[in-house]
T-cell receptor, first 114, second 107 residues
Framework: DTGVSQNPRHKITKRGQNVTFRCDPI?????LYWYRQTLGQGPEFLTY????????KSRLLSDRFSAERPKGSFSTLEIQRTEQGDSAMYLC????????????FGPGTRLTVL | SQQGEEDPQALSIQEGENATMNCSYK?????LQWYRQNSGRGLVHLIL?????REKHSGRLRVTLDTSKKSSSLLITASRAADTASYFC???????FGSGTQLTVLP
């Protein structure tokens, strides 16, 4: 399968715990995006990487959130001291080097904070 | 804040009918994209229309763009039960999404 993959697909955690999600983009895509989606809403942009450089972060990305893409391939999104409001679907998408703006999405990681 | 807003929020039609969804946005754009999302899944890109295009077709999909009104429409012809999903418009590279239109196609 050459699509975007995300792990885990589901995560249930208790409030205050730290969680980490992983995204593996399509191999030749140098651009990677994280989004958060709550029930009944469209995805909201969180952050963007070009290769290993994090070029943009949304104000939604509080200091409890951190994202990395150390070798310009896979990326991780960590949430520290989780809160119930962090419960959402976390989506990753990648985009190739070409000029197209089309993004290819992974299946998402559904986080439930109890 | 979300730039694109879809209308209606929900649409229920019979199989074989056409479905039309609209999208409005706030600022100037270079392109607009439509995505589909099946329940609990990631988004799938459907079609991209550039700001200098007025209409684009892809299979059973027809997209129009009116930059003077800052609006776009997505028409799905001869709908199928498998078209049941949420549909989102998105602008620019960060993909600012609206809340989507939930389409239900009844067999």
């Amino acid at each position: 399968d050459t699509g975007v993959s995300q792990n885990p697909r589901h995560k249930i955690t208790k409030r205050g715990q730290n969680v980490t999600f992983r995204c593996d983009p399509i191999s030749e895509h140098n651009r990677l995006y994280w989004y958060r989606q709550t029930l009944g809403q469209g995805p909201e942009f969180l952050t963007y990487f070009q290769n290993e450089a994090q070029l943009e972060k949304s104000r939604l990305l509080s200091d409890r959130f951190s994202a990395e893409r150390p070798k310009g391939s896979f990326s991780t999104l960590e949430i520290q001291r989780t809160e119930q409001g962090d419960s959402a679907m976390y989506l990753c998408a990648s985009r190739p080097r070409t000029s197209t703006d089309t993004q290819y999405f992974g299946p998402g990681t559904r986080l439930t904070v109890l | 804040s979300q730039q694109g807003e879809e209308d209606p929020q929900a649409l229920s039609i019979q199989e074989g009918e056409n479905a039309t969804m609209n999208c409005s946005y706030k600022t100037s754009i270079n392109n607009l994209q439509w995505y589909r999302q099946n329940s609990g899944r990631g988004l799938v890109h459907l079609i991209l229309i550039r700001s200098n295009e007025r209409e684009k077709h892809s299979g059973r999909l027809r997209v129009t763009l009116d930059t003077s009104k800052k609006s776009s429409s997505l028409l799905i012809t001869a709908s199928r039960a498998a078209d049941t999903a949420s549909y989102f418009c998105a602008t620019e590279r960060q993909l600012t999404f609206g809340s989507g239109t939930q389409l239900t196609v009844l067999p």
